[in-house]
């Protein structure tokens, strides 16, 4: 195998046999992160409130048929775009993740503005999801003021975060268990109705063809749907994050990367189709979905149509847990998209401090005390808060295009100076398919964002919904024209893997 002298500017790698656990460290940060935990990771990212929610929505818009059509090409493009993530994960484990790929096979200019704008979208989506939170723990106790609810939970995530990481790793793996156990008790009680064994008469698929089902609105409603799905996709990048925390990220990355597919089909797809076939698309309850209406959800809906007790108080509890995890998951992965921002000069060095734990302590506060800030606009000025919920909407499809165009710029790289795909740790299949495709899609769905702003001609709403694309410009061009960077030539970049330091 050839090998190349690797960049001072990233520190952790790691080195192939080598597992142990906490005493090895990668960067100031501890590999910490056993398989089981990135596993759960990556699932539990692929499961939110936008599946136990709002999926209702997807089925009243585009029929039974347009939303299992939706679901099934996100979650094939999101294979394809995990598969990427993985093969670049297993040759440079650390977590900056793509922003360091990005910069590093790309252009640092890219990597600088990937970081900073995926980093303040994950800082407001917090503030979001505390706020959330709030609402749902007032379900139980609505005399109680939402904002101590919200400040507890943010406590409760910065303690996670600063004990150790295997403390987030473990709190994420037992979070995403308790997801987990409700989607396949819900697609099991479903299916049972489904047949007539806990429901009589059978309720069979006559709901797909009711009416105009099983599609609706043809084409352009299921492009409609494409869009809600891949904001509920978002968050499986983060398992790239992790890599760089993992004790054997040959292994537990893809692991994890290969599960994704399978998961999304049967935790997604199999639900949506359970909702489909048990509650008419015509039914106004899919429409009244939202976060917090609960007694709306369609997992409440057919929990109680089994018969199931308390279902409502049950589905609570589960959306909670769910909020919880995304709100922990988004400080662990602010946190270190900051660290290694620093680490690779993008960000003030200050943010590179640790704690014996391997904690980037001050990566951490920086970013609790933006989603304290934002929560605190929602007091004071929920208009200017909204906007900024809108603005950081298209901030996970950016993220999506950088890593399939590091993985493209990769590989090439990689086969033209000689290696062979044996000699990667992992490798994605069909390629050049696959990246492709992400960066076929993520932008058609950017373009697709705006087309009602712009024929409606609110040019505030199209302002707020690209925003982050503009800053993301700015920052990039920004960068570029301040330190004169170039894209990186394809025999320039150092593709060979990362070592373990120490």
Known sequence: MKLRKTDDGIRAGYTGGDRNLESRKSGGMLRGLKIRHVSMIALGGCIGTGLFMTSGSTISTAGPG??????????????????????????????????TYSAKYVDPA????????????????????ISTAALLVQYWLPQ???????????????????????????????????????IIVFIVIGLAMIAGIMFHPAVGLTNFTYR????????????????????????????????GESNDPGTAVPKAINQVFWRILLFYVLSIFVIAALIPYTSPNLLNGSDTNVAMSPFTIVFERAGLAGAASIMNAVVLTSILSAVNTGAYASSRMLYSMADQGFAPGILRKTTKKGIPIVALGLTMCVELAAFA???????????????????????????????????????????????LKYHAK???????????????VICGQGIGDFKAGNWAGLFATYFSVILFAVLYFGYKWRHHTKIVKLQDIDVSPSRQDG
């Open 66 to 99: 347009g939303g299992l059509v939706a679901y099934t090409a996100m979650g094939l493009m999101i294979y394809f775009l995990m598969t990427s993530l993985g093969e670049l994960a297993t040759n440079m484990p650390v977590s900056g993740s793509f922003a």
């Open 110 to 129: 890219l990597g600088f503005a990937m970081g900073w704008d995926y980093w303040l979208n994950w800082a407001i989506a917090g503030a979001v999801d």
């Open 144 to 182: 109680t003021p939402g904002w101590v609810w919200s400040l507890l939970v943010l406590l409760l995530v910065f303690t996670i975060n600063t004990l150790s990481v295997s403390t987030f790793g473990e709190t994420e793996f037992w979070l995403s268990i308790l997801k987990v156990f409700t």
């Open 212 to 243: 105009d089902a099983p599609f609706v609105g043809g084409l352009p409603a299921i492009m409609s749907v494409f869009l809600i799905a891949g904001y509920s996709f978002q968050g499986t990048e983060v398992v790239g994050v992790t890599s």
């Open 377 to 423: 606009s929602s007091i004071f000025g929920p208009k200017f808060y909204m906007w900024l919920v809108t603005a950081t909407g298209l901030t996970g499809f950016i993220a999506w295009m950088g890593i399939a165009l590091s993985h493209w710029r990769f590989r090439r790289a990689f086969r033209k100076q000689g290696y062979e795909l044996n000699e």
């Open 430 to 444: 069909i390629f050049p398919f696959g990246p492709l495709l992400v960066l076929a899609v993520c932008t058609v």
